[in-house]
């Protein structure tokens, strides 16, 4: 059976009180629209058209790495005449369309699988997600017949007493035959409250021309919809524990659970431990026996096996095995940082490749950099890369010594197995096997103090 999705992403979303898009507010670091994208992909549907139109440019753009398709909804009049704009998307197709909203972003791959899975079996016409919740309050409700059979969904605002009872919700997801779809979206009309074409009336269509109409009802947690910062608040909750209770079944140590916030794409290798505060985002991969202490954030980054993190922040770069990073380290993007090395406080790696074994144990800025392998930084050194206008490369060779509060004044080259005198400005290149020194030479002043008048 040929499969598509739909994802219904062109409102503004009001009621988030918002200048972006709502679709675009991310739980556990990534945007709605693309948790719900990501799902689909899960459930192995390829072929995914997302429907936009408020801030059409900016949900193009987050999401077109995706690969989807768009079509577009100039005016906003409603989840029904969304996907009528998407009729050229449709067109000639036949076989499951899903259609979900773009800002119900915590659908589990098993629920969708399930919906779909009953919606072919029983050779439905359209099949939608409900779930039984305390307070429906602002959803739409499963009107059933007297069998428990679905007739149709009303909208919160346009139920009757009796309606408003009901505490089925409809979670805005759905299974149609594509053909049935087009032909009930020819025929909702907009007379209701908010005078809005509603989606949900293609149910109740579908069923008064006696096609077959199900439901499957699943927890309200795959179901959440975020029109809210309160919700989005909720949704970021159950997320994060989804994800750290995934993490813990593979084997990782969360000392504090309530207080690790580890992105939905990150993976980590197991018998990693990870301490209060940990924030772990996008797509970080930490490998096996890691430890990672304290109020360290890790961004788009690759820590290898056994690596030690404490109190630091590392962006898009890569950490090697057994290397200890902080406490107070700063590891900018597009730095690599070798197996065995050392990057003690307050050391800052800016695009630099740092060698194994190599030791930057504190107070030290490196940018624009190539160290090799089995050096040793003294305390203070700064690569100085910037005279201005241009950022220049330092290359430092192995085994090379150096100095206490040196300054490497870039382009400059230090060959291998070298030393700098502590204190020297490097201007020009030191040969392989040399001692560089390159500060002026002390002098004593005999009882100068007492001749000043100063001593005391
Ligand atoms: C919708 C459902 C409601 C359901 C709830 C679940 C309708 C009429 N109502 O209500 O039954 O209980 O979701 O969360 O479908 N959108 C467009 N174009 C539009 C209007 C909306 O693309 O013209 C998109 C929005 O960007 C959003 C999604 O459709 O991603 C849902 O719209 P929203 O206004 O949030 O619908 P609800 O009122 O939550
Ligand atoms: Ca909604």
Redo the contacts with the bound molecule.
Sequence with gaps: MYRCALI??????TRIKSDI???LHKVCGKEMVNHVIDNMRKASIEDVNV?I??GAELVKKETESRKVSYSL?EE???????VKCAAEFLKGKKGTVLIF????PLTKETTIKELIKYHEENNNSATLLSALVEDPT???RIIRDENGQVLK?V??KDCNEEELKVNE????MYCFDIEDLVNALEKISNDNVQG?Y???DAIGIVKEEGKKVGAVVTDYED?I?V?SRAQLAEAEEILRNRINRIHLDNGVTLIDPRSTYIGADVVIGKDTILYPNTILEGNTKIGQRCTILQNTRIKDSIIENGATIESSVILESKVGENTNVGPFAYIRPESSIGNNVKIGDFVEIKKANIGNETKVAHLTYIGDAEVGSGCNFGCGTVVVNYDGKKKHKTIIGDNSFIGCNTNLVSPVKVGDNTYIAAGSTITNEVSEGDLAIARAKQRNIKGWVEKKGLKK
């Design positions: 219904l992403a062109a409102g503004q979303g898009p709502k679709v429907i139109g408020k909804q906003q009049l409603g989840t029904g005449h969304a909203a773009g800002d119900a602002g959803y739409g969904i909208e919160h919700m409809n979670a805005a809005e509603y989606l949900t179901t919809g029109n």
